[in-house]
C-alpha cells in the first residue's frame, strides 16, 4: 500500500494563496508521475496540475498562470503553490501517484476560496 500524506489546505480569501503538500515514499516518488485533483461534490474529480519524475509539469487550463506544481526530491514532496485563488477553486484537493500496479490516492485536503 502508498501513503500520500497530504497538508496545506484552509480557508483563504478571494485573491489569496496557499500551498498544498504531498509526501510520497520513495519508492513511488522518484519514479513515476504525480499529480493533483480536486472535486467538488456532485461533480467528478478533475485534474490540476502533474509533474514528471524529471520535473516536467502540465496544467488543467483553470490552473495556468495561477498555479504551479513542483517536486523536492530531497523530500519526496510535492507542492501545489497556487496564487489568485477564486471562489470556483474550492474544493477537496487530492495528491495522486499513478504506478503500473494500481493509481494511488491521498485523503484529500480541503481548500476554501470565500470572503
Known amino acids: 500500500q502508498v501513503q500520500l500524506v497530504e497538508s496545506g489546505g484552509g480557508l483563504v480569501q478571494p485573491g489569496g494563496s496557499l500551498r498544498l503538500s504531498c509526501a510520497a515514499p520513495?519508492?513511488?516518488?522518484?519514479?513515476?508521475?504525480m499529480g493533483w485533483y480536486r472535486q467538488v461534490p456532485g461533480k467528478q474529480r478533475e485534474l490540476v496540475a502533474r509533474?514528471?519524475?524529471?520535473?516536467?509539469?502540465g496544467y488543467a487550463d483553470s490552473a495556468t498562470g495561477r498555479f504551479t506544481i513542483s517536486r523536492d526530491n530531497a523530500k519526496n514532496t510535492i507542492y501545489l503553490q497556487m496564487n489568485g485563488l477564486k471562489p470556483e477553486d474550492t474544493a477537496t484537493y487530492y495528491c495522486?501517484?499513478?504506478?503500473?500496479?494500481?493509481?494511488?490516492w491521498g485523503q484529500g485536503t480541503r481548500v476554501t476560496v470565500s470572503s
Open positions: 495522486n501517484v499513478v504506478t503500473p500496479k494500481a493509481d494511488y
Open positions: 520513495r519508492s513511488v516518488f522518484a519514479y513515476y508521475h
Open positions: 509533474i514528471t519524475p524529471s520535473g516536467l509539469a
